[in-house]
């Protein structure tokens, strides 16, 4: 079954970078619009960002402008770049395409802490 893997993730200190990968097993990767989300402890999975299969991108208010999301058609990867960094971005980062019922990954977990 096609799956999502996500890696990156670690620890790093307020206003530090990451960069987040997301590697797609199945196919048409092309095809699909490709989102990334987190969650916390106790909280609901949010949405982070999204590209669509042309290339255009969205990002949720609170990352708009220190988070930057990419993908790789070729590859089958996507990427969301991490800079300035702040604590209440700490939480499990996940890969997906958005109302596709694909099965989630692991995800990675990103700690901003001093």
Same mark, same amino acid.
């Given at each position: 079954?096609?799956?999502?893997?996500?890696?990156?993730?670690?620890?790093?200190?307020?206003?530090?970078?990451?960069?987040?990968?997301?590697?797609?097993s199945?196919? /048409?990767?092309?095809?699909?619009?490709?989102?990334? #989300?987190? +969650?916390t402890?106790?909280?609901?999975? =949010?949405?982070? %960002?999204?590209?669509?299969?042309?290339?255009?991108?969205?990002h949720?208010?609170?990352?708009?402008?220190r988070?930057?999301i /990419?993908?790789d058609?070729?590859?089958?990867?996507? #990427?969301? +770049?991490m800079?300035?960094?702040?604590? =209440?971005?700490? %939480?499990?980062?996940?890969?997906?395409?958005?109302?596709?019922?694909?099965?989630?990954?692991?995800?990675?977990?990103?700690?901003?802490?001093?």
């Amino acid at each position: 079954q096609a799956q999502f893997v996500e890696s990156g993730g670690g620890l790093v200190q307020p206003g530090g970078s990451l960069e987040l990968s997301c590697a797609y097993s199945g196919s /048409s990767f092309n095809m699909f619009t490709m989102a990334w #989300y987190r +969650q916390t402890p106790g909280n609901q999975r =949010e949405w982070v %960002a999204s590209i669509s299969r042309g290339g255009s991108t969205n990002h949720k208010d609170f990352v708009r402008g220190r988070f930057t999301i /990419s993908k790789d058609n070729a590859k089958k990867m996507g #990427y969301l +770049q991490m800079n300035s960094l702040k604590a =209440e971005d700490t %939480a499990v980062y996940y890969c997906n395409f958005p109302n596709t019922l694909r099965p989630w990954g692991q995800g990675t977990q990103v700690t901003v802490s001093s």
